[in-house]
T-cell receptor, first 116, second 106 residues
Framework: DARVTQTPRHKVTEMGQEVTMRCQPI?????VFWYRQTMMQGLELLAY????????DSGMPKDRFSAEMPDATLATLKIQPSEPRDSAVYFC??????????????FGPGTRLTVT | QKEVEQNSGPLSVPEGAIASLNCTYS??????FFWYRQYSGKSPELIMS????GDKEDGRFTAQLNKASQYVSLLIRDSQPSDSATYLC??????FGAGTRLTVKP
């Protein structure tokens, strides 16, 4: 049963601390997406990678967020330093380019981040 | 104007009825659309994709796309309480609507 995995599932941290979230995409998918979901803003695309290369990170606050894909089986999203406004659920999704260049995405279970 | 607009609801229908969920978008050049279902506390799950004008049916679900009117919809026939969830409309460029919360009452 192929699925996207994310760790940790929950994270509570204090303002100013570094947070690292990890994602293992579905084997064979060449594109990985990072999203943030809040009640106020809904689901927002932060960044995505194709074949491990960053294609778009325009949705990410550059001064504190960074995303990498060290290898095909691991994507990371880091926040340093974290702030209370970063509290949200962070989803990773994976997919492969399909019809009309679009992606059918498969989401991981998410990391619920609380910054106090 | 948001790029993908959905009525946030809540939309309430009785069990067995047809639930109609709607979505409008601002980019006339958009080619592909997706519907995701998200249960409370869970992650979005892809249920339908549609790339061309007209209807696409999959079991109890029918997606409809009208590019001239920049409108996409999802119909759920014979609605079940297990269909109660938030339904997210997404464009091919990974822009999501805010979601419509659907409640199916037994």
């Amino acid at each position: 049963d192929a699925r996207v995995t994310q760790t940790p599932r929950h994270k509570v941290t204090e303002m100013g601390q570094e947070v690292t979230m990890r994602c293992q995409p579905i084997l064979g998918h060449n594109t990985v997406f990072w999203y943030r979901q809040t009640m106020m803003q809904g689901l927002e695309l932060l960044a995505y990678f194709r074949n491990r290369a960053p294609l778009d990170d325009s949705g990410m606050p550059k001064d504190r967020f960074s995303a990498e894909m060290p290898d095909a089986t691991l994507a990371t999203l880091k926040i340093q330093p974290s702030e209370p406004r970063d509290s949200a659920v962070y989803f990773c999704a994976s997919g492969s380019v399909g019809i009309a260049g679009a992606y059918e995405q498969y989401f991981g279970p998410g990391t619920r981040l609380t910054v106090t | 104007q948001k790029e993908v607009e959905q009525n946030s609801g809540p939309l309430s229908v009785p069990e067995g009825a047809i639930a109609s969920l709607n979505c409008t978008y601002s980019d006339r050049g958009s080619q592909s659309f997706f519907w995701y279902r998200q249960y409370s506390g869970k992650s979005p799950e892809l249920i339908m994709s549609i790339y061309s004008n007209g209807d696409k049916e999959d079991g109890r679900f029918t997606a409809q796309l009208n590019k001239a009117s920049q409108y996409v919809s999802l119909l759920i026939r014979d609605s079940q309480p297990s269909d109660s969830a938030t339904y997210l409309c997404a464009r091919g460029d990974m822009r999501f609507g805010a979601g419509t919360r659907l409640t199916v009452k037994p």
